[in-house]
């Protein structure tokens, strides 16, 4: 069993930034591979960003390629997600997810855990 919390959400103008927390507990937080994923209201929960276990490869959605840079930090057990050049289009709930297959997936339903979420409000 993993348990994830995310932390950091708030509200923000445009072209403000943001950095996203999740911290992990439980079984080894190396053997996971960590993914953002968000949801608006009325629509699907889309991939925002995939980090493999070493941290050594990174994948993007591609409304936030070029904006957005998750990291993982393995002695810490968190995964961060830092925001830049944000846009009304980004507000939505924020969620990690671990996958216990070790490999990343742009697929929510490859990934086993999931956190609480965090809201994260972008104004115009």
């Known amino acids: 069993q993993v348990q994830l919390v995310e932390s950091g959400g708030g509200l923000v103008q445009a072209g403000g930034s943001l950095r996203l927390s999740c911290a992990a507990s439980g079984r080894t937080f190396s053997n996971y591979a960590m993914g953002w994923f968000r949801q608006a209201p009325g629509k699907e929960r889309e991939f925002v960003a995939g980090?493999?276990?070493?941290?050594?490869?990174?994948y993007y959605g591609d409304s936030v390629k070029g904006r957005f840079t998750i990291s993982r930090d393995n002695a810490k057990n968190t995964v961060y997600l830092q925001m830049n050049s944000l846009k009304p289009e980004d507000t939505a709930v924020y969620y990690c997810?671990?996958?216990?297959?070790?490999?990343?997936?742009?697929?929510?339903?490859?990934?086993?855990?999931w956190g609480q979420g965090t809201q994260v409000t972008v104004s115009s």
């Open positions: 980090i493999s276990r070493s941290g050594g490869s990174t």
């Open positions: 997810g671990a996958a216990g297959t070790g490999y990343t997936s742009s697929y929510q339903y490859s990934y086993d855990y």
